[in-house]
Nanobody, 120 residues
Framework: QVQLVESGGGLVQPGGSLRLSCTAS????????MEWYRQVPGKPREWVAEITALGSTRYTDSVRGRFTISRDNNKKAVYLQMNALKPEDTAVYFCGVDVRWEVDTVNRFWGQGIQVTVST
């Protein structure tokens, strides 16, 4: 099986920065799309950013220009650098990764979620 472990969340003041990390471990033959989502209580999970296996990136409009997604294939990790944070960025952030964990099977795996709070 595959496990995703997130780190780097916490409390930060408006205008500050945080860097989230998500590292995969387990039976991994290949890693494809890697994404970040976020969720606030009572609302659906919101897609934030994506990086493909070839390194192409996309962002939701509300974070474009402030957040940067990147990956390190050797470390089986995806990162989200978050700058100029706003109170409305407060949420639980989840990484979602498409992993080939058997020779002919690709599934989406999720991290456990990590809290990001932007507040004075």
């Amino acid at each position: 099986q595959v496990q995703l472990v997130e780190s780097g969340g916490g409390l930060v003041q408006p205008g500050g920065s945080l860097r989230l990390s998500c590292t995969a471990s387990g039976s991994i033959y290949g890693i494809y799309n890697m994404e970040w989502y976020r969720q606030v209580p009572g609302k659906p999970r919101e897609w934030v950013a994506e990086i493909t296996a070839l390194g192409s990136t996309r962002y939701t409009d509300s974070v474009r220009g402030r957040f940067t997604i990147s990956r390190d294939n050797n470390k089986k990790a995806v990162y989200l650098q978050m700058n100029a944070l706003k109170p409305e960025d407060t949420a639980v952030y989840f990484c979602g990764v498409d992993v080939r964990w058997e020779v002919d099977t690709v599934n989406r795996f999720w991290g456990q979620g990590i809290q990001v709070t932007v507040s004075t």
